[in-house]
């Protein structure tokens, strides 16, 4: 698509480092170690490293640090935890990566109008343990303790999106440096508005594209009078998903309903040591008041009942809350667990729940087909799931089995009029994806975009894009 | 901005209209009464007709109107029910109006994944009529009874907006129809999505001027099982807002919370034949289970006595409850009925909670100030509020009065973080003030876009921007 898709000349990288140098002193760093470590770490892509990294401590950072790279069509490339899945970090055609992880200040909370602006190396962690004495939270949890610009750029979710809503739900504007080096300011304050196109929700998941984010507005929540979690297990996937619709159809404001399979909970058991059932089970989380709790408990119990799961075992303490959820954030480093020496590569799709039970089903046959150790973990309420494909990455035959995989998932998930990632982004890694998903011309549409608003291609070029 | 800004030469105008008349036939009109019935209706800003009229019964309909017109560069403009308040539907250029309202088919229910498949020209009332019998409803409303494509366009919001959300948190995908003539669907229909930018919201809210809107999926709710409403005096504007306030921090999931000022319940006694107190008033409604619903009014009540507020009365009753939301509804006609002769004109701003009470007090002093005769409504669970100035359009003082006066509101909007428009859109009527509000690297990024999507500018042209 736009210019440039190919490294820029070496000398305007020289000029570039020598630029950065002179402005920035030793808070730019073009050591090997440095970069490698800020080209994506955690998933199955290769490491693409970057030119040089700088350490943004301030928006005029990034502005400079943008002028500079604009100035020589470099590529930019934004920083956070690196624990983004398909390579949004990785700097394909070189470039500069901005380390935004100094920029962790919170910077107001609102509590009477239940927000609160933030530096967009803050994490989620952290925001929660600044937020706990005012009696609120943030409520997205995607799993791993990301930064909150990381998972604006990439629309994550997670465990409590049913209830709570995703990134676009809880993002109520942003800061971002444009390519020409000026500070856009998407949204008011106000908790809602029609003054125009919507370029919140524009910059929420672009991934980079548009602009470097270093500023959000995010909308927070009371933290529950009472909470109450439990497992439920059923005889059949199926069971599981019907519960699951019928739940929601109810109307029970259910905050977490996460499905593991019968091979996830086998290997949650030997991790977190837990006793469960090896089969299909959803974790709940239920938020309210303490009457509000045990009611919404009691009806699911009853729902899962009627459709042959449970029984529903369910509490109110915090310590065996947190147990229960500790096993399922454990999910993924269980999943490593079960077979020494072994990468795990996340897959993420999302249908319509109505096709959920079907879908994850003929997954779990395309598993056995193709020899794969794969659990399944769901945030079902979404119709959200991801399968941990179990790979040995020196059998070139198993990895070539599991891309395979990967790519009839998908497929599957769109003929379901289902996305190719729900929650984890495009990254480079489902970039293949995106025509099949938008056509032609939503693709077109998307491209339109970019070339307005970073003409030079210079934003995070190779990601979202097909080359 | 982009071209045109000036109306079509006389000769395209004939040429589109003998191609639409070939095409057509005896669905697209030129006579004067109907386009000008298709110019704006329900404001205060004059009638601005278009050339023609298409009545469109399909999305093949649009296509070939706006492929005619952008073979000419002639103007297009979607047109629902006519209800909107800014001026959306005007044709400060001329151009073609397509009469969207024959597209009226309710496409698709899809009940276990609460969403369903619409064509544009469906109403929300219609809608529901439909969803009854199987227990889901589409929870957005306006007030008028509005065609969804216009909703869609308009990101309009209401009473619901609190629990509930905007147009932006229920529309899952739609379909619209380019300038090039191209269909673009935005997404998928699964609940979630971080496939690449986000094309529904970017639509949801653009007012026409990127396409258009042929088909839309929206999300819908399940009819709560109980529903409780009820009525609540205060001593003062502050202590409503108080009470709004402490009612959504504590978590209670309130689904309408409604403020009248006291000449607001003067007006609605008077028309809707009442005996409330003329003073500030919260009207509110819970949803929920039997003892949800109750236990959410309990704890209302609580938080309202503490403000000085109360006695609140509240009912599940059926009867009791429309005649509550009928009042609130005709508050426009209550309005209206006040002073006989004359046109009620209606402000929308939106501001953080915690900035209301300031807001509306303000404003109060405001009107006095100002020598108008000016009820205030709010969904001031959302910040949001109406002032409805009685006007006496052959005064040239009063109405000059009143424009000052909305002048200085929005002012006051924008010193509290707020947006000059909450939830009407800016159409003709607001475009003056995007600039102070989304600042001019904010609106640069907009017209880019705009250009993006629409090089000759002939998608509704003259809403939004500046000229």
């Known amino acids: 698509m736009n210019e440039p898709l190919r490294r820029p000349l070496p000398d305007a990288v020289e000029r570039v480092k020598s630029a950065l140098a002179a402005r920035f002193g030793n808070k730019v760093s073009t050591a090997e170690?440095?970069?490698?470590?800020?080209?994506n770490t955690t998933t199955w892509l290769p490491n693409e490293a970057p030119d040089a990294v700088v350490y943004a401590a301030s928006t005029e950072d990034v502005q400079d640090t943008v002028r500079i790279c604009a100035e020589h069509k470099m590529p930019v490339i934004p920083f956070g935890t690196g624990t983004s899945l398909e390579g949004h970090v990785n700097a394909p055609f070189g470039g500069v990566s901005i380390?935004?992880?100094?920029?962790?200040?919170?910077?107001?909370?609102?509590?009477?109008?239940?927000?609160?602006v933030i530096e967009p190396g803050v994490t989620r962690k952290k925001l929660n343990e600044h937020l706990r004495d005012q009696g609120l939270f943030f409520p997205i949890d995607p799993g791993a303790d990301a930064s909150l610009g990381g998972m604006t750029a990439t629309r994550a979710s997670g465990t409590n999106a049913v209830r709570y809503g995703t990134m676009k739900d809880n993002v109520l504007s942003l800061k971002a440096v444009l390519v020409n080096g000026e500070v856009l300011t998407t949204a008011r304050r106000a908790k809602k508005s029609s003054a125009g196109y919507d370029l919140t929700r524009l910059f929420v998941g672009s991934e980079g594209t548009f602009g470097v984010i270093t500023e959000i507005t995010l909308r927070l929540a009371g933290i529950p009078e009472a909470i109450s979690?439990?497992?439920?297990?059923f005889p059949s996937v199926e069971a599981a998903c019907k519960a699951t619709i019928?739940?929601?159809?109810s109307g029970i404001p259910v905050a977490r309903i996460e499905l593991l399979d019968a091979l996830q909970v086998r290997a949650s058991n030997l991790y977190s040591k837990l006793s469960l059932k090896e089969t299909p089970t959803l974790f709940l989380e239920f938020h309210g008041s303490e009457a509000g709790v045990?009611?919404?408990?009691?009806?699911f119990g009853e729902i899962a009942a009627d459709l042959g799961g449970g029984p529903f075992e369910w509490?109110?303490?915090?310590?065996?809350?947190?147990?229960?959820?500790?096993?399922r954030h454990d999910a993924y480093w269980a999943v490593i667990n079960m077979r020494k020496g072994c990468q795990a590569f996340a897959t993420?799709?999302?249908?319509?729940?109505?096709?959920?039970?079907?879908?994850?089903?003929?997954?779990?046959?395309?598993?056995?087909?193709?020899?794969?150790v794969a659990p399944i973990v769901g945030h079902v309420g979404d119709g959200n799931f991801h399968v941990s494909v179990l790979l040995d990455m020196s059998d070139a035959d198993e990895v070539a089995r599991a891309r395979k995989f990967n790519e009839r998932l998908v497929e599957r998930s769109l003929s379901l009029d289902g996305t190719c990632t729900g929650?984890?982004?495009?990254?480079?890694?489902?970039?293949?994806?995106?025509?099949?998903?938008h056509g032609k011309t939503g693709l077109e549409v998307m491209r339109n975009l970019k070339r307005a608003l970073d003409p030079d291609n210079i934003m995070n070029p190779g990601k979202i894009f097909a080359l």
């Not at 979690?229 to 297990?233: L, Q, T």
């Not at 509490?315 to 096993?327: I, M, S, V, Y």
């Not at 929650?423 to 998903?437: F, T």
Request: net charge negative; with cysteine.
């Open 423 to 437: 929650e984890h982004g495009v990254g480079e890694g489902k970039i293949r994806y995106l025509e099949a998903e």
């Open 294 to 299: 045990a009611e919404q408990a009691e009806r």
């Open 229 to 233: 979690a439990g497992i439920c297990p």
């Open 315 to 327: 509490t109110t303490k915090a310590e065996d809350r947190t147990k229960l959820w500790q096993a």
């Open 33 to 39: 170690a440095v970069r490698k470590q800020h080209a």
């Open 348 to 372: 993420d799709v999302c249908v319509p729940i109505s096709k959920l039970a079907e879908c994850v089903t003929a997954t779990q046959a395309d598993i056995e087909k193709f020899k794969l």
């Open 246 to 249: 019928a739940t929601i159809q």
């Open 99 to 116: 380390d935004l992880m100094e920029m962790n200040r919170v910077l107001a909370v609102h509590a009477e109008d239940l927000d609160c």
